[in-house]
Each structure stands twice: as structure tokens, then as C-alpha cells.
């Protein structure tokens, strides 16, 4: 299957070239289903898979680690700290200390491409959090570094102290809170990374069924593929357990909206 077509092009993270849709996986457990949708992501070209080490209280970046690893050159397994169940972030050296070193044994890895702040706790300096990432650097257990649910402010703060690869937020096709902070990242060459993508109540079924009908899509693909027109640095990652899923996701690559449909939307 043909997973990247010319006009969507690719974004950059280092020296890898990343597919524009990427792989979320916080429902993703140790299970022969699980297995087999990282296995066919993997094999239809995308390359980007994200995790985070509560996502199924660490099962998700256990399941990757055994399915996976070792990672070919091309893929970024991308996974966060910094969140707590019950609890407020914990932005300490020392939590995230433990934690990365915990992903770090989950995912089967010695240096993870991309580390994000799952939260930001205002109680812990956004300087500290980001000079402890600098040191992990240095230390050669992270190589990019990306944020999550963060405003404007709050990436210009943590750039004061180490260059920012992404930016994790919710954002979709009916929530568009954060089209400051895109603007920022395309702006600033930061990668987009928008979280629950497929979100499309609300929008007028009037416009998104024309649309769908025109492309013969389906309502998530056209999701998917406003969100691809929208800012060239945004990198959707669905998340599914379906094979069937996967394939229908990346085939929102192939979706080309005109100005005006992605106008209507």
C-alpha cells in the first residue's frame, strides 16, 4: 500500500524523514491484535508511532519494546513523562529521572529520538524541566526533545533552554483552540503533533458529507486530511486496535482538499 503521496510531503526530526500520519497508541496493550497493528504500521511506512509511560499503566511502551525493537533507523518511537494518574504533573528531576529510565527499559532502547513534557506543572520551572532534558542529552538518553498541552508562552519559555522539536496538543478539525500555538510551530519549523485527531462532531453534516462524498471518503479520513492541509508541520496520530483502521487512516494521504472544501470545513 502506497502510504505518502508528493503533495503531502514529509516533515523532518533530525535526520529522519517522517510520513505525515503517525501511530498513537495509549489504548495499545500486550496482545497478538496489539502486535499485529504495530507490525502493519510499520509495514505500510509509517514511521512515527507515539507512546507515553502511563499509557496502560506502561503496557503501551511494553507491547512496542517487545513487537519492535530493535528499531530500524527510519522509525521514531516517540513516548512522554511527566503526567500521573490521580495526581498533578510532576515535573521534578528526579521523577523524570525515574521515568525516562523506566522507558528506556520498556521500549528495549538506549536513547529515546523523542522525549516529551507530558504536562507542565507551574509549580516546577519550565527552565529546570528543560536543563534536566539538556543534561539527558548530553548523556545521549534523548535526542529531541517535544512538549505537550502547552501555549505559546510557555514553548518560547522552554526555547530559552533547548531547542524544541514538537508540540503535542489536542487539536482537530472541531477543536481548534490552539491555532495560535500551529501557527507558532509553522512558523518556528516546529513539528504539530495534534492528539485525538478524528474528533468530528459538531461540524455542519451538510458540508462533511458533500465533502466525503465528493473524495469518496469517510468522515475520519476528511478529518485527517484538513488537518494535512492545514499547516504543513502537522503530524496526525490516530490511534486504533484495527488493521482495517490503520490502512483507512493513512489513506487521508492521498486526500487532496481544494480551498474551497477545506473553507466549507
Given at each position: 500500500?502506497?502510504?505518502?503521496?508528493?503533495?503531502?510531503?514529509?516533515?523532518s526530526?533530525?535526520?529522519?524523514?517522517?510520513?505525515?500520519?503517525?501511530?498513537?497508541?495509549?489504548?495499545?496493550?500486550?496482545?497478538?491484535?496489539?502486535?499485529?497493528?504495530?507490525?502493519?504500521?510499520?509495514?505500510?511506512?509509517?514511521?512515527?508511532?507515539?507512546?507515553?509511560?502511563?499509557?496502560?499503566?506502561?503496557?503501551?511502551?511494553?507491547?512496542?519494546?517487545?513487537?519492535?525493537?530493535?528499531?530500524?533507523?527510519?522509525?521514531?518511537?516517540?513516548?512522554?513523562?511527566?503526567?500521573?494518574?490521580?495526581?498533578?504533573?510532576?515535573n521534578?528531576?528526579?521523577?523524570?529521572?525515574?521515568?525516562?529510565?523506566?522507558?528506556?527499559?520498556?521500549?528495549?532502547?538506549?536513547?529515546?529520538?523523542?522525549?516529551q513534557?507530558?504536562?507542565v506543572?507551574?509549580?516546577t520551572?519550565?527552565?529546570?524541566?528543560?536543563?534536566?532534558?539538556?543534561?539527558?542529552?548530553?548523556?545521549?538518553?534523548?535526542?529531541?526533545?517535544?512538549?505537550?498541552?502547552?501555549?505559546?508562552?510557555?514553548?518560547?519559555?522552554?526555547?530559552?533552554?533547548?531547542?524544541?522539536?514538537?508540540?503535542?496538543?489536542?487539536?482537530?478539525?472541531?477543536?481548534?483552540?490552539?491555532?495560535?500555538?500551529?501557527?507558532?510551530?509553522?512558523?518556528?519549523?516546529?513539528?504539530?503533533?495534534?492528539?485525538?485527531?478524528?474528533?468530528?462532531?459538531?461540524?455542519?453534516?451538510?458540508?462533511?458529507?458533500?465533502?466525503?462524498?465528493?473524495?469518496?471518503?469517510?468522515?475520519?479520513?476528511?478529518?485527517?486530511?484538513?488537518?494535512?492541509?492545514?499547516?504543513?508541520?502537522?503530524?496526525?496520530?490516530?490511534?486504533?486496535?484495527?488493521?482495517?483502521?490503520?490502512?483507512?487512516?493513512?489513506?487521508?494521504?492521498?486526500?487532496?482538499?481544494?480551498?474551497?472544501?477545506?473553507?466549507?470545513?
Amino acid at each position: 500500500m502506497q502510504t505518502t503521496k508528493s503533495n503531502a510531503g514529509s516533515l523532518s526530526l533530525g535526520e529522519v524523514k517522517l510520513n505525515r500520519i503517525g501511530l498513537g497508541t495509549n489504548r495499545i496493550t500486550d496482545n497478538e491484535n496489539a502486535r499485529a497493528v504495530l507490525n502493519h504500521a510499520v509495514s505500510i511506512g509509517i514511521n512515527f508511532i507515539d507512546t507515553a509511560d502511563i499509557y496502560q499503566s506502561g503496557a503501551s511502551e511494553i507491547t512496542i519494546g517487545k513487537t519492535l525493537a530493535p528499531y530500524p533507523a527510519n522509525i521514531v518511537i516517540a513516548t512522554k513523562g511527566g503526567m500521573v494518574r490521580g495526581a498533578d504533573a510532576n515535573n521534578s528531576p528526579e521523577h523524570l529521572f525515574r521515568v525516562l529510565n523506566e522507558s528506556l527499559h520498556s521500549l528495549k532502547t538506549d536513547c529515546i529520538t523523542l522525549y516529551q513534557l507530558h504536562r507542565v506543572n507551574p509549580k516546577t520551572p519550565i527552565k529546570e524541566t528543560m536543563s534536566f532534558f539538556k543534561q539527558m542529552q548530553s548523556e545521549g538518553k534523548i535526542k529531541h526533545v517535544g512538549l505537550s498541552e502547552v501555549s505559546v508562552e510557555q514553548i518560547e519559555e522552554a526555547r530559552k533552554t533547548i531547542d524544541i522539536a514538537s508540540v503535542q496538543n489536542r487539536f482537530s478539525i472541531t477543536e481548534r483552540k490552539h491555532e495560535d500555538v500551529v501557527d507558532y510551530c509553522e512558523k518556528h519549523g516546529i513539528i504539530f503533533i495534534p492528539f485525538f485527531p478524528l474528533n468530528s462532531g459538531g461540524i455542519s453534516s451538510t458540508a462533511l458529507e458533500y465533502v466525503s462524498k465528493k473524495h469518496g471518503a469517510g468522515i475520519h479520513q476528511i478529518a485527517l486530511a484538513w488537518l494535512l492541509k492545514r499547516s504543513p508541520v502537522i503530524l496526525p496520530i490516530p490511534g486504533t486496535l484495527s488493521v482495517k483502521h490503520l490502512d483507512e487512516n493513512l489513506a487521508a494521504l492521498n486526500i487532496e482538499l481544494s480551498d474551497e472544501e477545506f473553507a466549507s470545513l
